[in-house]
């Protein structure tokens, strides 16, 4: 029985090919379903009759809406040439432009809204009609054809520079508040690398602080918004000493409120002064006899903030003899500071603090003529010269600079938070005119 089922091995006839005529093409179409990158189209439509004539040529759009975008690397002539613009009106736009503002001002990215008129003749390029973009966050610029000739017009944009205040609890993590909070992610980095000059940030802010934060914020009256650099940097953590740090001068380093900058890598000098002793062998100006100065000391007034030299770990920290009232650190790499004479100690024992960080006040405990501080460092126990260790000197503010970075800082922290996100009233002349339904609907096209 299997082998009588058995197929037959002969070759099989292939079926008749079917010709297709027009009209079956038609119906067929109808029925079909277009992919979109073919046009998308489906369902049952009308086939063309015998009645149907082609055209020779299409007429033209009287104008063409483009919208084209000025990439990194690329000119504004370039992308006007690509848009389809004549030679001539990308150069005189380019002119007009350039006259108006350096064309490095315009940011990469930005939209250009291009309108192209009726061809003279086939195959000549179309006419730029109108052109429009925005040249900076608070100038756009137009360009239209006025009597066979393309004239510009600067449209100035209202612009509100009130910058914006973020504040909240810090939480289970600094970060994730702020960010909660809506700070950007850019300017919560520069907050976090501003406060760590100046405190532990994993240790000593707690989940009940308060984060402080000022950014430099402009509102556009048309919409737009724009949020820029880190201004303030303050955290409130209750009974300890309030944080606050401002940028400030032509460097944009960041000021603390007593006027000591920050600095940037390396070992910072511990006081704002000159040295007046060196390392070395001395008359001691209260013993009267010579002996070793292993030390350097540093004229400062009564009172004046003495900061760790850098990252290191509190080893000792009260009364040490003919020293006073001292803090010494341990560091990296067998390195070891002390300063002496302190009038007041900033820290406990076992502490770890940062770079910057105040650890004492200039005073005159011990054996002193008068208020300096007296620095020492040691290598593997072993005193050496610290002004063989390349020292940041970090910036002070003084005189009528000094009162004016304070008079600032006292304004910006008048600033009240979330003040800068409400709307602009926009004035008369600003309220655009409403579109028409057949305007909205017209799309232009875009074009990379």
Request: glycine residues 12%; aromatic residues 6%; contains cysteine.
């Amino acid at each position: 029985m299997a082998l009588a089922f058995w197929p037959n091995f002969a070759p099989l006839e292939a079926a008749p090919a079917v010709h297709i005529d027009r009209d079956a093409r038609d119906e067929y179409r109808s029925q079909m379903i277009m992919p979109l990158a073919l046009g998308g189209d489906s369902g049952r439509q009308m086939g063309a009759t015998a009645a149907v004539v082609p055209l020779a040529a299409a007429p033209e759009r009287p104008q063409l809406e483009l919208i084209a975008s000025l990439p990194t690397g690329d000119s504004l002539i370039s992308v006007l040439r690509r848009a389809g613009v004549s030679s001539g009106d990308a150069s005189r736009i380019e002119d007009l432009v350039q006259r108006s503002i350096p064309l490095a001002e315009i940011e990469k990215g930005t939209q250009l809204q291009i309108t192209l008129g009726r061809r003279e003749e086939a195959g000549a390029p179309r006419p730029l009609d109108s052109l429009s973009f925005r040249a900076r966050f608070d100038l756009e610029l137009e360009v239209e054809r006025q009597g066979g000739n393309l004239a510009l017009r600067r449209v100035p944009i209202r612009v509100d520079d009130t910058p914006l205040r973020i504040r909240g609890p810090v939480g289970d993590s600094l970060y994730r508040s702020a960010r909660a909070a809506g700070a950007p992610a850019k300017v919560v980095q520069e907050y976090l690398r501003a406060l760590g000059d100046q405190i532990d940030v994993n240790r000593d802010i707690g989940a009940n602080d308060t984060f402080d934060m000022i950014v430099a914020y402009r509102r556009a009256a048309t919409g737009e918004r724009q949020a820029g650099k880190l201004i303030y940097a303050g955290i409130d953590r209750g009974s300890a000493p309030r944080t606050q740090l401002m940028r400030w001068g032509k460097d944009g380093n960041f000021f603390e409120a007593n006027g000591v900058g920050e600095a940037r890598g390396g070992l910072v000098a511990p006081v704002p002064g000159r040295i007046t002793s060196n390392y070395g062998m001395r008359r001691h100006p209260v013993l009267g006899y010579r002996r070793m100065h292993s030390g350097i000391d540093f004229r400062a007034r009564h009172g004046t903030p003495i900061v760790a030299a850098t990252d290191g770990r509190v080893s000792g920290a009260g009364r040490m003899g003919g020293c006073g009232n001292a803090v010494r650190l341990n560091h990296e790499g067998g390195l070891q500071t002390r300063y002496c004479h302190m009038s007041r100690i900033a820290v406990r024992r076992g502490q770890s603090v940062r770079r910057g960080q105040v650890i004492g006040y200039v005073g005159s405990t011990g054996l002193s003529t008068g208020p300096h501080l007296h620095y020492e460092m040691y290598r593997g126990g072993r005193a050496i010269n610290p002004r063989n260790v390349k020292f940041v000197t970090r910036a002070t503010l003084s005189g009528n600079e000094l009162a004016e970075f304070r008079e600032a800082l006292k304004a910006i922290r008048n600033v009240e938070p979330g003040a800068a996100l409400d709307d602009l009233e926009l004035r008369p002349e600003e309220q655009a005119a409403p579109k028409r339904e057949i305007e909205r609907a017209e799309q232009p096209r875009r074009i990379g």
